[in-house]
Protein backbone atom coordinates (compact mmCIF):
# COMPACT_ATOMS: atom_id res chain seq x y z
CA UNK A 1 0.00 0.00 0.00
CA UNK A 2 1.78 2.85 -0.70
CA UNK A 3 -1.21 5.49 -0.78
CA UNK A 4 0.19 7.36 1.96
CA UNK A 5 3.90 8.03 2.83
CA UNK A 6 5.65 9.36 5.21
CA UNK A 7 9.08 10.76 5.77
CA UNK A 8 11.52 9.18 7.92
CA UNK A 9 10.72 5.94 8.81
CA UNK A 10 12.60 6.72 11.83
CA UNK A 11 14.14 9.52 13.89
CA UNK A 12 16.32 9.84 16.59
CA UNK A 13 16.70 13.40 17.83
CA UNK A 14 17.97 14.91 21.41
CA UNK A 15 15.29 17.44 23.02
CA UNK A 16 16.96 20.56 21.66
CA UNK A 17 16.62 19.42 18.01
CA UNK A 18 14.30 20.98 15.85
CA UNK A 19 12.76 18.15 13.14
CA UNK A 20 10.06 17.83 10.74
CA UNK A 21 7.86 14.78 9.52
CA UNK A 22 6.38 14.26 6.23
CA UNK A 23 3.30 12.82 5.13
CA UNK A 24 2.13 12.80 1.58
CA UNK A 25 -1.29 10.80 -0.28
CA UNK A 26 -2.28 9.62 -3.65
CA UNK A 27 -5.24 8.70 -2.89
CA UNK A 28 -7.32 12.05 -3.86
CA UNK A 29 -8.29 12.84 -0.48
CA UNK A 30 -9.19 16.24 1.16
CA UNK A 31 -8.43 15.32 5.13
CA UNK A 32 -5.11 14.66 6.59
CA UNK A 33 -4.68 13.60 10.35
CA UNK A 34 -1.88 13.64 12.21
CA UNK A 35 -1.94 10.27 15.14
CA UNK A 36 0.26 9.49 18.17
CA UNK A 37 0.59 5.62 19.15
CA UNK A 38 2.61 5.01 22.28
CA UNK A 39 3.52 1.67 23.26
CA UNK A 40 0.10 -0.39 24.90
CA UNK A 41 -1.81 3.37 24.46
CA UNK A 42 -4.61 3.76 22.22
CA UNK A 43 -4.24 5.83 19.27
CA UNK A 44 -4.42 9.15 20.19
CA UNK A 45 -6.09 11.80 17.88
CA UNK A 46 -3.47 15.12 17.28
CA UNK A 47 -4.50 17.00 14.50
CA UNK A 48 -6.79 17.33 11.44
CA UNK A 49 -6.78 19.05 8.38
CA UNK A 50 -9.97 18.95 6.35
CA UNK A 51 -9.40 21.47 2.70
CA UNK A 52 -5.98 22.66 3.88
CA UNK A 53 -8.37 24.26 7.11
CA UNK A 54 -7.11 22.51 10.47
CA UNK A 55 -10.55 21.41 12.10
CA UNK A 56 -9.13 20.10 15.21
CA UNK A 57 -6.66 20.01 17.57
CA UNK A 58 -6.77 17.71 20.35
CA UNK A 59 -4.82 19.58 23.47
CA UNK A 60 -1.20 18.75 21.92
CA UNK A 61 1.23 20.94 22.96
CA UNK A 62 2.56 23.49 21.04
CA UNK A 63 6.06 21.83 20.71
CA UNK A 64 4.39 19.86 18.10
CA UNK A 65 3.36 22.14 15.61
CA UNK A 66 1.36 20.77 12.11
CA UNK A 67 1.43 22.58 8.79
CA UNK A 68 -0.76 21.42 5.77
CA UNK A 69 0.73 23.39 2.51
CA UNK A 70 -1.79 21.36 -0.27
CA UNK A 71 -4.31 18.26 -0.13
CA UNK A 72 -1.83 16.01 -0.54
CA UNK A 73 1.20 17.48 2.12
CA UNK A 74 0.92 17.05 6.01
CA UNK A 75 3.73 18.43 8.06
CA UNK A 76 4.24 17.66 11.80
CA UNK A 77 7.34 20.11 13.47
CA UNK A 78 8.72 19.27 16.08
CA UNK A 79 10.88 20.96 18.32
CA UNK A 80 12.42 21.28 22.18
CA UNK A 81 10.48 17.62 22.91
CA UNK A 82 10.52 15.43 25.72
CA UNK A 83 11.62 11.99 26.03
CA UNK A 84 7.70 11.03 26.18
CA UNK A 85 7.30 12.01 23.40
CA UNK A 86 8.66 8.94 21.88
CA UNK A 87 6.08 7.52 19.70
CA UNK A 88 5.02 5.84 16.45
CA UNK A 89 3.41 9.29 14.68
CA UNK A 90 0.88 7.70 12.34
CA UNK A 91 -0.13 10.32 9.09
CA UNK A 92 -3.42 9.23 7.61
CA UNK A 93 -5.98 10.55 5.14
CA UNK A 94 -9.62 10.15 4.33
CA UNK A 95 -12.19 11.59 1.34
CA UNK A 96 -14.02 13.84 4.07
CA UNK A 97 -17.90 13.35 3.78
CA UNK A 98 -20.43 13.32 6.06
CA UNK A 99 -20.85 9.82 6.75
CA UNK A 100 -20.41 5.78 5.17
CA UNK A 101 -17.19 4.21 4.46
CA UNK A 102 -16.17 6.98 1.70
CA UNK A 103 -14.87 8.60 5.13
CA UNK A 104 -12.26 5.72 5.93
CA UNK A 105 -9.06 6.53 7.32
CA UNK A 106 -5.81 4.94 5.46
CA UNK A 107 -2.48 5.07 7.33
CA UNK A 108 0.89 5.83 6.16
CA UNK A 109 3.52 3.34 7.42
CA UNK A 110 4.80 6.19 10.28
CA UNK A 111 7.62 7.42 12.03
CA UNK A 112 9.04 5.70 14.88
CA UNK A 113 10.16 8.58 16.76
CA UNK A 114 12.57 8.30 19.68
CA UNK A 115 13.83 11.77 21.78
CA UNK A 116 17.00 11.25 23.61
CA UNK B 1 -16.46 11.79 24.37
CA UNK B 2 -16.01 7.84 23.57
CA UNK B 3 -14.71 4.60 25.82
CA UNK B 4 -13.78 1.76 23.84
CA UNK B 5 -13.20 -1.33 25.31
CA UNK B 6 -11.57 -4.65 23.71
CA UNK B 7 -9.53 -7.38 25.25
CA UNK B 8 -5.83 -6.96 25.37
CA UNK B 9 -4.56 -10.54 24.51
CA UNK B 10 -6.17 -13.24 22.53
CA UNK B 11 -4.74 -16.63 21.45
CA UNK B 12 -6.03 -19.39 18.51
CA UNK B 13 -5.34 -22.16 16.61
CA UNK B 14 -4.61 -22.09 13.10
CA UNK B 15 -7.72 -22.86 10.73
CA UNK B 16 -9.83 -22.27 14.16
CA UNK B 17 -12.06 -18.93 13.88
CA UNK B 18 -11.44 -16.44 17.05
CA UNK B 19 -14.02 -13.45 17.84
CA UNK B 20 -12.65 -10.43 19.23
CA UNK B 21 -15.41 -7.83 21.39
CA UNK B 22 -15.36 -4.42 21.47
CA UNK B 23 -17.75 -2.42 23.65
CA UNK B 24 -18.26 1.30 23.70
CA UNK B 25 -19.75 4.37 25.68
CA UNK B 26 -20.26 7.20 23.53
CA UNK B 27 -22.41 10.66 23.18
CA UNK B 28 -22.47 10.49 19.53
CA UNK B 29 -22.29 7.59 17.49
CA UNK B 30 -21.16 7.54 13.77
CA UNK B 31 -19.69 4.22 12.30
CA UNK B 32 -17.75 1.54 13.49
CA UNK B 33 -14.20 0.51 12.17
CA UNK B 34 -12.23 -2.62 12.39
CA UNK B 35 -8.19 -2.13 11.42
CA UNK B 36 -5.74 -4.61 11.31
CA UNK B 37 -1.97 -3.67 12.42
CA UNK B 38 1.43 -6.03 12.21
CA UNK B 39 3.60 -5.21 14.09
CA UNK B 40 6.15 -1.74 13.16
CA UNK B 41 3.35 -1.31 10.59
CA UNK B 42 0.57 0.70 9.82
CA UNK B 43 -2.86 0.01 10.39
CA UNK B 44 -5.01 -1.32 7.56
CA UNK B 45 -8.53 -0.95 7.38
CA UNK B 46 -10.64 -4.42 7.59
CA UNK B 47 -14.26 -3.42 8.16
CA UNK B 48 -17.08 -0.69 8.70
CA UNK B 49 -20.25 -0.95 10.35
CA UNK B 50 -22.99 2.07 10.94
CA UNK B 51 -26.22 -0.29 10.72
CA UNK B 52 -26.74 -3.16 13.14
CA UNK B 53 -26.10 -6.42 11.88
CA UNK B 54 -23.44 -8.12 10.44
CA UNK B 55 -20.74 -6.95 7.16
CA UNK B 56 -18.88 -9.94 6.08
CA UNK B 57 -15.77 -9.58 3.69
CA UNK B 58 -14.05 -13.21 2.87
CA UNK B 59 -12.42 -14.83 5.82
CA UNK B 60 -13.65 -11.82 7.98
CA UNK B 61 -17.18 -10.55 9.08
CA UNK B 62 -17.94 -7.47 11.55
CA UNK B 63 -21.11 -7.70 13.57
CA UNK B 64 -22.50 -3.68 15.57
CA UNK B 65 -25.42 -3.77 17.56
CA UNK B 66 -25.85 0.01 18.70
CA UNK B 67 -28.21 -0.53 21.31
CA UNK B 68 -25.69 -2.76 23.28
CA UNK B 69 -23.25 -0.40 22.10
CA UNK B 70 -21.41 -3.82 21.03
CA UNK B 71 -19.00 -4.87 17.93
CA UNK B 72 -17.22 -7.91 17.04
CA UNK B 73 -15.01 -9.14 14.80
CA UNK B 74 -14.99 -12.61 13.47
CA UNK B 75 -12.04 -14.29 11.84
CA UNK B 76 -12.64 -17.48 9.84
CA UNK B 77 -9.97 -20.47 9.24
CA UNK B 78 -7.05 -18.57 10.72
CA UNK B 79 -3.66 -18.57 8.96
CA UNK B 80 -0.84 -17.79 10.83
CA UNK B 81 -0.27 -13.99 8.84
CA UNK B 82 -3.16 -12.80 10.94
CA UNK B 83 -0.99 -12.54 14.10
CA UNK B 84 -1.85 -8.77 14.59
CA UNK B 85 -3.43 -6.18 16.64
CA UNK B 86 -7.07 -5.74 15.79
CA UNK B 87 -8.28 -2.03 16.64
CA UNK B 88 -11.55 -1.06 16.92
CA UNK B 89 -12.52 2.75 16.37
CA UNK B 90 -15.64 4.64 16.87
CA UNK B 91 -16.67 7.52 14.70
CA UNK B 92 -18.23 10.37 16.87
CA UNK B 93 -21.32 12.39 15.40
CA UNK B 94 -20.15 15.98 16.90
CA UNK B 95 -19.83 18.90 14.55
CA UNK B 96 -16.38 19.37 14.59
CA UNK B 97 -16.01 16.07 15.62
CA UNK B 98 -17.48 13.57 13.12
CA UNK B 99 -14.37 13.42 11.19
CA UNK B 100 -12.55 11.91 14.56
CA UNK B 101 -11.97 8.64 15.15
CA UNK B 102 -11.77 7.38 18.96
CA UNK B 103 -9.43 4.34 18.98
CA UNK B 104 -9.41 1.41 21.41
CA UNK B 105 -6.25 -0.12 22.76
CA UNK B 106 -5.94 -3.16 20.50
CA UNK B 107 -6.29 -6.72 20.81
CA UNK B 108 -3.45 -8.13 20.15
CA UNK B 109 -3.79 -12.13 18.52
CA UNK B 110 -1.13 -14.78 18.48
CA UNK B 111 -1.91 -18.15 16.35
CA UNK B 112 -0.59 -20.65 16.62
CA UNK B 113 0.39 -23.75 15.01
Known amino acids: ETGVTQTPRHLVMGMTNKKSLKCEQH?????MYWYKQSAKKPLELMFV???????ENNSVPSRFSPECPNSSHLFLHLHTLQPEDSALYLC???????????????FGPGTRLTVL | GQNIDQPTEMTATEGAIVQINCTYQTSGFNGLFWYQQHAGEAPTFLSYNVLDGLEEKGRFSSFLSRSKGYSYLLLKELQMKDSASYLC??????????????FGSGTRLQVQP
Open chain 1, 49 to 55: YSLEERV
Open chain 1, 92 to 106: ASSQDRLAGVEDTQY
Open chain 2, 89 to 102: AVRDRGDTGRRALT
Open chain 1, 27 to 31: LGHNA
